[in-house]
């Protein structure tokens, strides 16, 4: 049966980090391209990373480039989301997507079909 588990938001003031974590099971992460998005209160999920299934492309979204990064171990069948220095805007739960789609369109949410449950990240002081 196929799963996520997304692990490691909590809250966090401003300018600080958190590493959260995507752990599959059912299938191999590492044979698919990885999307972590996210959702603020009143707002539509929006995609924020990709890494590509041979680890070659990863590409981030404008608002978290330079501050997120998407690492991934495939023995451990676990995809990360990095996230340095945090702030108030990137409030919002934190999901896992796997790409099964042919295309370019990471970060379109309706085109992917297995999600985990979330992570809250808060960022406040």
């Known amino acids: 049966q196929l799963h996520f588990v997304e692990s490691g938001g909590g809250l966090v003031q401003p300018g600080g980090s958190l590493r959260l974590s995507c752990t599959a099971s059912?299938?191999?992460?590492?044979?698919?391209?990885l999307t972590w998005f996210r959702q603020a209160p009143g707002k539509e999920r929006e995609g924020v990373s990709f890494?590509?299934?041979?680890?070659?492309?990863?590409t981030y979204s404008p608002d978290v480039r330079g501050r997120f990064t998407t690492p991934r171990d495939n023995a451990k069948n676990t995809g990360y989301l990095q996230m340095d220095l945090l702030k108030p805007e990137d409030t919002g739960v934190y999901y896992c997507a796997r790409k099964d789609f042919v295309g370019l369109e990471y970060f379109e949410a309706n085109k992917y079909k297995y999600w985990g449950q979330g992570t809250q990240v808060t960022v406040s002081s």
């Open positions: 890494i590509s299934d041979t680890d070659l492309y990863r």
């Open positions: 059912g299938f191999s992460l590492g044979d698919y391209g």
